[in-house]
Protein backbone atom coordinates (compact mmCIF):
# COMPACT_ATOMS: atom_id res chain seq x y z
CA UNK A 1 0.00 0.00 0.00
CA UNK A 2 2.87 2.67 1.10
CA UNK A 3 4.46 1.58 -2.41
CA UNK A 4 1.30 2.88 -4.19
CA UNK A 5 1.21 5.28 -2.46
CA UNK A 6 4.47 6.92 -3.68
CA UNK A 7 3.87 5.59 -6.72
CA UNK A 8 0.72 8.17 -6.82
CA UNK A 9 2.93 11.07 -5.92
CA UNK A 10 5.29 10.75 -8.07
CA UNK A 11 3.37 10.59 -10.73
CA UNK A 12 1.51 13.56 -9.20
CA UNK A 13 4.63 15.57 -9.33
CA UNK A 14 5.43 14.16 -12.80
CA UNK A 15 2.07 15.79 -13.89
CA UNK A 16 2.63 19.11 -11.80
CA UNK A 17 6.13 19.68 -13.38
CA UNK A 18 4.33 19.30 -17.27
CA UNK A 19 1.41 21.63 -16.27
CA UNK A 20 4.13 24.25 -15.37
CA UNK A 21 6.40 23.73 -18.13
CA UNK A 22 2.31 24.19 -20.30
CA UNK A 23 1.81 27.59 -18.35
CA UNK A 24 5.48 29.13 -19.18
CA UNK A 25 5.36 27.95 -22.69
CA UNK A 26 1.38 29.93 -23.20
CA UNK A 27 2.58 32.90 -21.01
CA UNK A 28 5.48 33.41 -22.89
CA UNK A 29 3.27 32.96 -26.22
CA UNK A 30 0.82 35.72 -24.79
CA UNK A 31 4.00 38.18 -24.38
CA UNK A 32 4.92 37.99 -27.43
CA UNK A 33 1.95 38.33 -29.01
CA UNK A 34 0.41 41.07 -26.83
CA UNK A 35 3.41 43.62 -27.85
CA UNK A 36 1.24 43.82 -31.21
CA UNK A 37 -1.91 44.06 -29.30
CA UNK A 38 -0.80 46.41 -26.92
CA UNK A 39 -0.09 48.95 -29.45
CA UNK A 40 -3.37 48.44 -31.06
CA UNK A 41 -5.05 48.74 -27.51
CA UNK A 42 -3.55 51.52 -26.39
CA UNK A 43 -5.40 53.29 -29.62
CA UNK A 44 -8.94 52.70 -27.79
CA UNK A 45 -10.39 54.53 -24.60
CA UNK A 46 -10.82 52.63 -21.41
CA UNK A 47 -14.63 52.64 -20.62
CA UNK A 48 -15.99 54.39 -23.82
CA UNK A 49 -18.72 53.32 -26.15
CA UNK A 50 -17.73 54.86 -29.45
CA UNK A 51 -20.62 55.62 -32.49
CA UNK A 52 -20.60 53.70 -34.97
CA UNK A 53 -18.30 55.76 -37.61
CA UNK A 54 -15.93 56.41 -34.81
CA UNK A 55 -15.97 52.57 -34.60
CA UNK A 56 -15.42 51.60 -38.12
CA UNK A 57 -12.71 54.07 -38.46
CA UNK A 58 -11.08 52.82 -35.29
CA UNK A 59 -11.26 48.74 -36.06
CA UNK A 60 -9.40 49.42 -39.33
CA UNK A 61 -6.89 51.42 -37.99
CA UNK A 62 -6.56 48.40 -35.84
CA UNK A 63 -6.53 46.01 -38.20
CA UNK A 64 -2.68 45.67 -38.42
CA UNK A 65 -2.08 42.24 -39.77
CA UNK A 66 0.22 40.75 -42.67
CA UNK A 67 -2.85 39.58 -44.05
CA UNK A 68 -6.50 41.19 -45.24
CA UNK A 69 -8.25 40.64 -41.62
CA UNK A 70 -11.57 40.46 -41.27
CA UNK A 71 -14.16 43.04 -39.40
CA UNK A 72 -16.45 40.86 -37.12
CA UNK A 73 -18.94 42.42 -35.02
CA UNK A 74 -20.25 40.24 -31.72
CA UNK A 75 -23.44 41.07 -30.34
CA UNK A 76 -24.55 39.71 -26.69
CA UNK A 77 -28.60 39.84 -26.12
CA UNK A 78 -30.67 39.39 -23.99
CA UNK A 79 -32.32 36.39 -25.06
CA UNK A 80 -31.94 32.42 -23.19
CA UNK A 81 -32.36 30.56 -26.40
CA UNK A 82 -33.17 27.27 -24.25
CA UNK A 83 -36.67 28.85 -24.72
CA UNK A 84 -38.02 28.70 -28.48
CA UNK A 85 -39.94 32.42 -27.93
CA UNK A 86 -36.26 33.23 -27.21
CA UNK A 87 -33.94 32.04 -30.03
CA UNK A 88 -32.92 33.58 -32.82
CA UNK A 89 -31.85 32.97 -36.59
CA UNK A 90 -32.39 34.32 -39.53
CA UNK A 91 -30.87 36.11 -43.16
CA UNK A 92 -29.26 38.99 -43.86
CA UNK A 93 -27.77 40.75 -47.20
CA UNK A 94 -25.28 42.73 -47.29
CA UNK A 95 -24.92 45.65 -49.68
CA UNK A 96 -21.25 45.03 -50.33
CA UNK A 97 -20.84 41.54 -49.44
CA UNK A 98 -18.32 40.02 -47.17
CA UNK A 99 -15.37 40.34 -48.84
CA UNK A 100 -15.44 36.44 -48.96
CA UNK A 101 -15.51 33.73 -51.70
CA UNK A 102 -18.46 31.20 -51.42
CA UNK A 103 -18.46 28.08 -52.70
CA UNK A 104 -22.20 26.66 -52.99
CA UNK A 105 -22.91 23.71 -53.76
CA UNK A 106 -26.75 22.75 -54.84
CA UNK A 107 -28.69 19.44 -54.34
CA UNK A 108 -31.02 18.86 -57.06
CA UNK A 109 -33.04 16.42 -59.10
CA UNK A 110 -31.22 15.01 -62.27
CA UNK A 111 -33.46 17.33 -64.54
CA UNK A 112 -31.79 20.26 -62.74
CA UNK A 113 -28.22 19.40 -63.14
CA UNK A 114 -27.66 21.88 -65.75
CA UNK A 115 -29.95 24.56 -64.92
CA UNK A 116 -27.87 24.43 -61.01
CA UNK A 117 -24.75 25.01 -63.11
CA UNK A 118 -26.23 28.11 -65.06
CA UNK A 119 -27.21 29.55 -62.24
CA UNK A 120 -23.94 29.89 -60.67
CA UNK A 121 -23.28 26.78 -58.78
CA UNK A 122 -20.01 25.75 -58.02
CA UNK A 123 -20.60 22.11 -57.08
CA UNK A 124 -23.91 20.82 -58.08
CA UNK A 125 -25.91 16.70 -58.57
CA UNK A 126 -27.85 15.02 -56.65
CA UNK A 127 -27.35 11.20 -55.79
CA UNK A 128 -23.76 11.38 -56.47
CA UNK A 129 -23.40 14.25 -54.38
CA UNK A 130 -25.12 12.67 -51.39
CA UNK A 131 -22.77 9.63 -52.18
CA UNK A 132 -19.64 12.44 -51.56
CA UNK A 133 -21.34 14.12 -48.84
CA UNK A 134 -21.63 10.99 -46.99
CA UNK A 135 -18.02 10.34 -47.19
CA UNK A 136 -17.06 13.36 -45.27
CA UNK A 137 -15.86 15.31 -48.47
CA UNK A 138 -17.15 19.08 -47.66
CA UNK A 139 -15.93 20.51 -50.26
CA UNK A 140 -18.52 23.52 -50.45
CA UNK A 141 -18.74 26.40 -48.05
CA UNK A 142 -23.23 26.50 -48.42
CA UNK A 143 -25.42 23.80 -49.52
CA UNK A 144 -28.77 25.04 -51.11
CA UNK A 145 -31.22 22.18 -52.00
CA UNK A 146 -34.50 22.26 -53.54
CA UNK A 147 -37.57 20.52 -51.35
CA UNK A 148 -38.22 17.34 -52.99
CA UNK A 149 -34.41 16.75 -52.20
CA UNK A 150 -34.40 17.35 -48.41
CA UNK A 151 -36.04 13.59 -47.46
CA UNK A 152 -32.91 12.19 -48.93
CA UNK A 153 -30.84 14.86 -46.57
CA UNK A 154 -32.74 13.37 -43.70
CA UNK A 155 -29.64 10.61 -43.49
CA UNK A 156 -26.91 13.00 -43.73
CA UNK A 157 -27.73 15.25 -40.68
CA UNK A 158 -24.95 13.97 -38.31
CA UNK A 159 -22.40 15.44 -40.84
CA UNK A 160 -24.08 18.50 -41.65
CA UNK A 161 -25.75 19.57 -38.82
CA UNK A 162 -22.63 20.03 -36.54
CA UNK A 163 -20.73 21.83 -39.60
CA UNK A 164 -24.15 24.24 -39.90
CA UNK A 165 -24.59 23.18 -43.52
CA UNK A 166 -28.11 21.30 -42.85
CA UNK A 167 -30.10 23.14 -45.54
CA UNK A 168 -33.39 24.50 -43.73
CA UNK A 169 -36.17 27.06 -45.00
CA UNK A 170 -35.57 29.60 -42.43
CA UNK A 171 -31.82 29.94 -43.41
CA UNK A 172 -33.08 30.26 -47.40
CA UNK A 173 -31.34 27.59 -48.42
CA UNK A 174 -33.91 25.68 -49.20
CA UNK A 175 -35.47 26.63 -52.51
CA UNK A 176 -37.17 25.84 -55.83
CA UNK A 177 -35.80 29.31 -57.21
CA UNK A 178 -32.54 28.42 -57.64
CA UNK A 179 -31.26 31.21 -59.88
CA UNK A 180 -32.75 33.88 -57.14
CA UNK A 181 -30.88 31.50 -54.28
CA UNK A 182 -27.80 31.24 -55.64
CA UNK A 183 -27.18 34.90 -56.81
CA UNK A 184 -28.65 36.22 -53.37
CA UNK A 185 -25.86 34.12 -51.26
CA UNK A 186 -23.48 35.35 -54.37
CA UNK A 187 -24.18 38.86 -53.25
CA UNK A 188 -23.90 38.53 -49.73
CA UNK A 189 -26.28 37.03 -48.26
CA UNK A 190 -25.66 35.08 -45.05
CA UNK A 191 -27.23 33.31 -42.24
CA UNK A 192 -26.43 34.04 -38.67
CA UNK A 193 -27.55 32.85 -35.30
CA UNK A 194 -27.77 33.55 -31.91
CA UNK A 195 -25.16 30.97 -29.95
CA UNK A 196 -26.40 29.00 -26.43
CA UNK A 197 -25.15 32.29 -24.24
CA UNK A 198 -27.18 34.90 -26.65
CA UNK A 199 -24.46 35.74 -28.54
CA UNK A 200 -24.30 36.50 -32.43
CA UNK A 201 -20.96 36.48 -34.16
CA UNK A 202 -21.04 37.57 -37.63
CA UNK A 203 -17.94 38.86 -39.98
CA UNK A 204 -19.43 41.74 -42.10
CA UNK A 205 -16.47 42.71 -44.25
CA UNK A 206 -12.74 42.55 -45.21
CA UNK A 207 -9.94 45.15 -43.55
CA UNK A 208 -9.75 47.20 -47.40
CA UNK A 209 -13.53 47.82 -47.36
CA UNK A 210 -14.17 51.63 -47.18
CA UNK A 211 -15.78 53.75 -43.84
CA UNK A 212 -18.81 53.34 -45.73
CA UNK A 213 -18.87 50.16 -46.96
CA UNK A 214 -18.34 48.23 -43.58
CA UNK A 215 -20.71 50.76 -41.98
CA UNK A 216 -24.06 50.00 -44.75
CA UNK A 217 -22.99 46.54 -44.25
CA UNK A 218 -23.39 46.47 -40.22
CA UNK A 219 -26.23 48.78 -40.63
CA UNK A 220 -28.09 45.65 -42.47
CA UNK A 221 -27.31 43.59 -40.16
CA UNK A 222 -28.30 45.68 -36.93
CA UNK A 223 -31.09 46.29 -38.79
CA UNK A 224 -31.92 42.43 -39.16
CA UNK A 225 -30.95 42.04 -35.53
CA UNK A 226 -33.86 44.37 -34.35
CA UNK A 227 -36.26 43.10 -37.07
CA UNK A 228 -36.57 39.42 -36.15
CA UNK A 229 -36.18 40.34 -32.35
CA UNK A 230 -37.43 37.15 -30.41
CA UNK A 231 -41.28 37.74 -28.97
CA UNK A 232 -40.11 36.46 -26.02
CA UNK A 233 -37.06 39.38 -24.76
CA UNK A 234 -38.08 41.09 -21.82
CA UNK A 235 -36.38 44.55 -20.95
CA UNK A 236 -33.49 45.88 -23.11
CA UNK A 237 -32.36 44.01 -26.06
CA UNK A 238 -28.94 44.28 -27.00
CA UNK A 239 -26.76 44.30 -23.79
CA UNK A 240 -23.37 44.69 -25.44
CA UNK A 241 -22.00 45.04 -29.18
CA UNK A 242 -18.44 44.30 -29.86
CA UNK A 243 -16.18 45.20 -33.19
CA UNK A 244 -12.65 43.68 -33.85
CA UNK A 245 -10.64 42.91 -36.48
CA UNK A 246 -9.62 39.07 -36.70
CA UNK A 247 -7.05 39.89 -34.28
CA UNK A 248 -7.33 43.18 -33.10
CA UNK A 249 -8.93 44.08 -29.52
CA UNK A 250 -12.13 44.46 -28.99
CA UNK A 251 -14.03 48.12 -29.24
CA UNK A 252 -17.39 49.04 -27.62
CA UNK A 253 -20.26 50.13 -30.17
CA UNK A 254 -23.44 52.51 -28.87
CA UNK A 255 -26.16 50.40 -30.92
CA UNK A 256 -28.05 54.33 -30.99
CA UNK A 257 -26.06 55.41 -33.29
CA UNK A 258 -26.98 53.16 -35.97
Not at 1 to 9: I, N, S
Request: with cysteine.
Amino acid sequence: MKEQQKTWELELKIIKKLWLKIDFINIDYMKKLSKRLQVEKNKIKKNITYTIDEAIKLVKETASAKFNESIEAHISLNIDPKYADQQLRATVILPHGTGKTLRIAALVPSEKVLEAKECGADIYGNEDLIETISKGILNFDLLIATSDMMPKLAKLGRILGPKGLMPSPKAGTVTNNLKITIEEFKKGKLEYRADKTGIVHISFGKANFSVEGLSENLKAFYNSIETNKPTGVKGKYVKKFTLCSTMGPAIYLDNTSI
